[in-house]
């Protein structure tokens, strides 16, 4: 790995932190960088990567929260257990015709090109041949140099998304960390995949210890990898693997975080956050296959995990009865939808998102099931601190956070957030007069209150309203008020009326708030 420096900072629960300094030798230096966009700071040492996700992280969290330092790897290469690759051809410069007919020499080498495994370049569709990544597993760099030999010797064609010719069109590999055991998924952009007996004949031949080969069909013009349909050509069709010492089913289309050492870690810190004690019923919003569902179930009384990915639910329900775990059930079902619907008292709540965040239906559901905590995981710090300012509104604090790299040498990591339900007894003592009706909330305006929607108005709008502007809405819409409240003091007393743009912009709360 060229010189390293190791020097042990401290010693928290069941890692150790550990301060790597890397200074990258020649033979660690990737070949392909400023090509394909994939690792964009694996040039810098590994000290200056965690500096640099530091303060990034540090400057989305500004007014929420601090992190200390990032966890880091001792070895921060070849951590990736899924690994995907485009196939394709190079083509001959100049040549762009979608119906130029392929030509070979007596070789059988296709002159417009050599069939070439790659990754797409930042914001293309041009294919950078990678031969040798330094972020894939090192087995299954192997496995796509024997795919691509094999389709050279056989005359398996790449599939030609301009022309809507040829047949394989990407390599997916899930790799075991613990296990070993390997899936390789071809992708094709036709129904049939010819010879493909033949293919898997050799494939084996090469590397045995394959444990499945899926064939899936993606004919699509489209940025997704996986298509909707797919066939089983060698072994169970799935592959498993064991995390935090449980064993989980993998299935090709099932989400599985890439970095399995960082996962144990981030999973260790999710769970510590949420402060369980052994009779609290948690929620795992986008579950997946029961990562983190399972892992919490050790500490909880039930996990109820909830996800929109059937593939991914089904393999959850399999992994809970392989692991013998009672206290969870699985969902199939929209996070914010099973939310709405629940009437089970919930005291903690993960969320580990896409990269795209939760959306404010989400997010409003959750605020309306009160739970205590809320441990919120993402891979993305921006979309993240977007929607730490919607469950602040919503009467969340942020108690403390910390960040995992879970893919060294990108700029890329991931961060954990642990809100609390705000308590009158953690806020500092204030002198409040307050009329005894202020304290008589009906059902509609307990969902928000005055200044909620006050505030909800003005960030929106820019408009202020007062209370008597809203109590006016309020009553045009059928919301009952309580007796006396905001009525003039006396009878010849006049109220002005609300103006029309005003009306509006309180209505939009109003439905924003879903009290309407």
């Not at 964009?40 to 400057?59: C, F, G």
């Not at 975080?257 to 402060?275: G, H, R, V, W």
């Not at 959306?359 to 309306?368: P, T, V």
């Not at 995992?404 to 007894?425: A, Q, R």
């Amino acid at each position: 790995m060229g010189n390293s420096l190791l020097a042990v900072r401290g010693i928290n629960h069941k890692y150790i932190v550990v301060e790597m300094r890397i200074i990258m030798s020649d033979k660690m230096k990737c070949p392909h960088f400023g090509q394909c966009g994939g690792c964009n700071i694996i040039d810098k040492p590994y000290d200056k990567q965690l500096e640099q996700k530091k303060a990034y992280v540090n400057e989305q969290l500004k007014g929420y929260a601090a992190v200390d330092m990032v966890y880091g790897m001792e070895e921060p290469f070849h951590y990736r257990n899924k690994v995907h690759v485009v196939i394709s051809r190079k083509k001959a410069s100049g040549d762009h015709s979608k119906k130029a007919p392929d030509r070979y020499d007596k070789s059988g080498k296709n002159v417009k090109g050599e069939i070439v495994a790659g990754i797409y370049e930042e914001e293309s569709h041009n294919v950078v041949p990678v031969e040798e990544c330094l972020l894939h597993d090192a087995y299954a760099n192997e496995i796509i140099k024997s795919i691509v030999d094999i389709m050279k010797k056989g005359r398996f064609e790449p599939y030609d998304e301009d022309r809507e010719t040829g047949c394989i069109r990407h390599v997916l590999i899930r790799r075991g960390h613990i296990t070993k055991e390997t899936m390789v998924v071809i992708v094709t952009g036709t129904r049939i995949f010819p010879g493909n007996k033949n293919f898997i004949r050799e494939l084996l031949k090469r590397h045995p210890d394959i444990t499945t080969i899926v064939h899936n069909i993606n004919y699509k013009r489209t940025s997704m990898v996986l298509g909707e349909n797919q066939r089983t050509l060698y072994g169970k069709g799935y592959i498993e693997d064991v995390l935090c010492g449980l064993r989980f089913r993998i299935s090709p289309k099932s989400f599985y975080q890439i970095n399995s050492i960082q996962t144990e870690l981030l999973y260790d810190k999710a769970i510590e956050f949420a402060d369980l004690k052994g009779n609290e019923t948690v929620i795992d919003a986008y579950c997946g296959i029961g990562t983190i569902a399972m892992a919490a179930a050790k500490s909880a009384g039930k996990v109820i995990g909830v996800e929109l990915n059937k593939d991914a639910v089904r393999d959850a329900r399999i992994n809970a009865r392989i692991n013998n775990v009672g206290n969870v059930e699985f969902y199939n079902d929209d996070a914010g939808r099973f939310m709405e619907r629940t009437a089970v008292k919930v005291d903690a709540v993960f969320i580990d998102p896409p990269r795209s965040g939760s959306d404010e239906k989400f997010l409003c559901s959750l605020i309306r099931l009160k739970p205590e905590r809320i441990v919120y995981v993402s891979c993305n710090v921006e979309t993240q601190r977007r929607d730490l300012g919607v469950l602040s509104k919503g009467g969340y604090t942020v108690e403390k956070a910390c960040a995992v790299d879970m893919f060294p040498g990108t700029n890329h990591t991931e961060s954990i957030v642990l809100l609390s339900k705000l308590k009158s007894n953690k806020l500092k003592h204030i002198d409040v007069e307050l009329e005894m009706d202020e304290l008589e909330l009906t059902v509609a305006e307990s969902k928000a209150t005055y200044e909620e929607i006050k505030d909800y108005v003005l960030k929106q709008s820019g408009l202020k309203v007062s209370s008597l502007y809203i109590a006016q809405v309020k009553q045009k819409y059928g919301i009952i008020e309580r007796e006396n409240y905001n009525l003039p003091k006396s009878e010849n007393s006049k109220q002005p009326k609300c103006p029309l743009e005003k009306e509006k912009a309180i209505i939009a709360a109003l439905k924003y708030y879903r009290m309407i």
